[in-house]
């Protein structure tokens, strides 16, 4: 069977594919940054975090299913939980799910479910230490993200700490994982899993509250804030009040601080990424275009404070195409890559401003 023969459209053939084609066809599907940043990954890593990805989009997948309601979702999580821990009931898992999910979720999301088997297949395949670590990280999002659900968040969240502890069930879990799988295929970045590991939940907020600045007009109009409203509180804007409309000046000062609370996780994020030796240019490039294209990203909100629509702050090809070229030309030097993070996110800092939790 030929490379063009095997698509999404035809979930057949890729039941008849090779395991990285299996992976690099839905890892396309469901989300063209990753299927661009997880084959910089050597053979070894690679298999394993494109694996681990599609584990956490099931996960998503069910979380962002309009047609099940709290007890459903809670219930899918948690089968799911168990057969990634066991590798049993795959096929009745998605048996169950698929007819339930709606027009609202991707074809390519669709896809995956059905064929739900096939990658849990895969995940038994690996060590058992990847295993575990891929396990961690879906106990973590699917026993955390559904507490989210019957909540009105109109409003936003209560204060940072619970924007912290969203971000980690979303995000930071993520990071632990990667940190594990790296030090799981290297002895030499394993030296430093302590640090790694504690700066990864930092590295996976950053990206995250990137993602929420970025798209808070996309989820304000499903009613949606992910938004602390303490912070929020220090400048005198009521979340409560959020509408696409909104031009208030005290909202865009909370944003900028917000950005800058943003920007300080993925200052750690280069730290981390600046542990992974030098030789290892896969992994450095998977997490540099990462954060390049967080850094931004939270440039173009910087300067454009009064957007309304997350297209207004999209980053452009071109940009993408620069980070890319420019994490390949000096990505090896630690001195190099701080000094660029430093010239790039200097704007992005409130120095006259430091977040105080109640």
């Known amino acids: 069977m030929t490379d063009s023969q095997i698509s999404i459209e035809n979930p057949e053939s890729l039941l008849a594919a090779s395991v990285d084609d299996f992976q690099a066809v839905l ?15 050597p053979k070894g890593l690679y298999e394993a975090v494109a694996n681990a990805y599609l584990l956490c989009r099931i996960v998503d997948t069910v979380e962002d299913e309009v047609s099940l309601d709290f007890a459903q979702k809670q219930d899918f999580c948690n089968r799911f939980i168990d057969v990634v821990r066991t590798g049993e009931g795959a096929a009745r898992f998605a048996t169950d799910l698929s007819p ?12 995956l479910i059905q064929l739900t088997a096939r990658v849990i297949e895969i995940t038994h395949s690996f060590a058992p230490e990847q295993v575990a670590a891929l396990l961690g990280c879906v106990e973590t999002m699917a026993k955390g993200m559904p507490a989210y659900q019957g909540m009105d968040l109109s409003g936003g969240l209560a204060t940072m700490q619970d924007m912290n502890e969203y971000c980690y069930y979303v995000a930071g879990c993520v990071g632990e994982m990667l940190a594990k799988l790296f030090c799981h295929y290297s002895p030499e970045i394993n030296q430093h899993s302590e640090q790694l590991l504690a700066l990864s939940t ?37 979340l409560k009040q959020l509408k696409t409309t ?9 944003l900028k601080h917000l950005i800058s609370i943003a920007q300080a996780h993925l200052k750690d994020a280069l730290t981390y990424t600046q542990l992974i030796p030098s030789h290892e240019v896969g992994m450095r490039n ?22 309304n ?4 702050v999209k980053i452009t ?24 993070f430093d ?4 704007q992005l800092v409130c120095k006259d401003w430091q977040y105080k939790p109640n």
Do not use: Y
Request: aromatic letters at 10%.
């Open 100 to 111: 339930l999910l709606s027009e609202q979720t991707i074809p390519a999301e669709h896809v």
């Open 317 to 340: 090809r071109k940009s993408v195409k620069a980070t890319i070229l420019t994490t390949r030309v000096i990505g090896r030097s630690n001195w190099l890559l701080s000094a660029l």
């Open 27 to 41: 890892l396309e599907g469901v989300s063209r940054t990753f299927a661009l940043t997880i084959p910089q990954l």
């Open 202 to 238: 930092s590295f996976g907020q950053g990206l995250q509250m990137t993602n929420i600045l970025k798209d808070i007009w996309d989820d304000a109009q499903r009613g949606v804030c992910w938004l602390p409203q303490d912070v929020f509180t220090e400048t005198g804007f009521d």
């Open 286 to 307: 998977f997490c540099l275009w990462a954060l390049g294209m967080a850094v931004l990203t939270l440039n173009e909100i910087s300067q454009h404070l009064d957007f």
């Open 309 to 312: 629509d997350s297209n207004q």
């Open 246 to 254: 909104t031009d208030s000046k005290e909202f865009q000062l909370g």
């Open 343 to 346: 010239f790039k996110t200097k």
